[in-house]
């Protein structure tokens, strides 16, 4: 006989197995829907367990961390330009697609909510599902970053890279160059956005920076996709920020302190009816005509906190791998060299970004950067809610015809794209030659074949300030402080991208380590 507790706790158990084994029986179900021919994706090509469930994206993105953009390289190896890596989702290895997935001109483009669940940003235009609701926000940031917009910036930049060369030409000892090139970043995009920069340049050393707390803030992106719940436990960070490594510390308090304070001080500013001389793109946003609700305090500190991430780490990581690979080559770089002389007679007073970028070689060797920097190395997705897309191609040497029904999310990966050896040869080495055609013009052609920006209606927005800044500080670097630096126990494992969190990791993230001689 059992007492009335016992037989109360069989009967929990008893409920709780009975949960357990619906659950399963559901998730069973479920699974073998996602490998029948009803379903939607089924005639793509692809690893069965891959369509059938989400385990192996956990497994390499969440177990192994951040390997699943390498294991799809391995897949469309096997499979071919389309493969399906997940049950509801679909991955590109060819370029000429590109302009269908991500598409501008009207054409719809949800981003998968799969995705945006690994940003905290939720409320940011960048994670934000809707094509509509994305491009009602995008558009008023969007003026900001117009060819004449940067132009009025550029005095700016000018005197940022300038500062950034006179302290680098200080160091009497080893360090770590992506910080510095952070630090130049962080100042450039904050002071443009909130009216006041932060001021990374103007302190003693190179700390602190943001590069190792987006590191450290990017950490749970996975565990965010796959349990969104866990996000709540991001908005607590500030309760703590006194007791956090100092690394996650500086970042909370800038996503959840700081930036809340700007956004308060800007809207200060506007109800007590002061005007700045130089407008700033949260001071012109509060007076926009975005919706109350878009501009709600917590809505406009996810979209300074994505401009301030998206602006900082991309360019000064496309600096680092530049400045590591022509202190590798020296002949790349007294090639870049020669070709700046000829242009510029005082490094300390540069001509215009628009004179700069027509150089053939300075340009390649932008280029070359952007690819194997990557910008966002893992897959970004679309969802074209309005129409079917039609893929058309080869697969060993056979025509393959796929198509992606409306309402599925089909991605490209930048770390994939940008080693296809058909298009990039030897892709792993560093070969600016290859933008230039035999006459050493540039192939412009070849652009279409990067994703360092990504394409269409949510491609990057920053991209003209990140190609002045790009275009601006590596002459001043090439021209003023590479003849004096050299690597310092730094190898190519250091730059060589390894796993991701959204951006490019390397192995084991040491950093750039160089010396300048006195
Ligand atoms: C080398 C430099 C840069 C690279 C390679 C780069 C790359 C990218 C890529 C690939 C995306 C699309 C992400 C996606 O599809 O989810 C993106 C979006 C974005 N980038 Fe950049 N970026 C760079 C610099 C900048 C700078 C300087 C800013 C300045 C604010 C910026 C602001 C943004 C913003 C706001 C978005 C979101 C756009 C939207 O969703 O509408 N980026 N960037």
Known sequence: MFTQAEERSFGLAH?????????LLYQLLKALYNVSPLHPLSHFPGPKLAAATYLPEFYYDVVKFGCYTKEIGAM??????????????????????????????????????HQVNGTALGQAGFGTVDHDVHRMRRSPVAKFFSRAMIAQLEPDVQRLVQKLCDKLLTQSKPFDVTMAYSCFTSDAISGYAFGESFGFLEQEG??????????????????????????????????????????????????????????????????????????????????????????????????????????????SWALAVMTYHLLKQPLLLDKLTQELEGVVDDATKLPDWTVLEHLPYLSAVIQEGLRLSYGVSARTARIATEENLIYRGEWNKKPVELVVPKGYAVGMSAAVTHHN???????????????????NQRRKDMDRSMLAFSKGS??????????????????????????????????????????????PMTKDNRGIHVTIQQ
């Open 458 to 503: 949510r491609s990057c927005l920053g991209m003209n300030l990140a190609l002045c800044e790009l275009n601006l500080c590596l002459t001043a670097l090439v021209l003023r402080v590479l003849p004096h630096m050299s690597l310092y126990g730094t190898t190519y494992e250091d730059v060589a991208y390894h796993h991701d969190m959204f951006i």
């Open 206 to 315: 190179w700390y602190p920076n943001f590069r190792e707390p987006t590191a450290a803030v990017l950490q749970p992106v996975f565990i965010f996709r796959f349990f969104p719940w866990t996000k709540a436990s991001a908005s607590l960070g500030k309760l703590f920020v006194d007791y956090l490594p100092k690394d996650i510390a500086l970042m909370i308090r800038t996503l959840q302190i700081d930036l809340p304070g700007r956004i308060r001080n800007v809207k200060s500013n506007i109800d007590a009816d002061v005007h700045l001389d130089r407008p700033n793109i949260f001071d012109s946003l509060l007076r926009s005509d975005l919706n109350a609700l878009d501009k709600e305090p917590q809505r406009l500190t996810d979209e300074a906190g994505a401009v301030a991430a998206a602006g900082t780490e991309t360019t």
């Open 421 to 439: 050896e058909g298009t990039f040869p030897h892709s792993n080495e560093f070969v600016p030659e290859r933008w230039l055609d035999d006459q």
């Open 76 to 113: 469309h190896e096997k499979y071919g330009p389309l493969v399906r890596i997940n049950p509801n989702e679909v991955h590109c290895n060819d370029i000429a697609f590109a302009d269908a997935i991500y598409a501008v001109g009207g054409r719809k483009r949800d981003k998968p909510i």
């Open 15 to 23: 409920s709780v197995f009975l949960l357990v084994g619906v659950w």
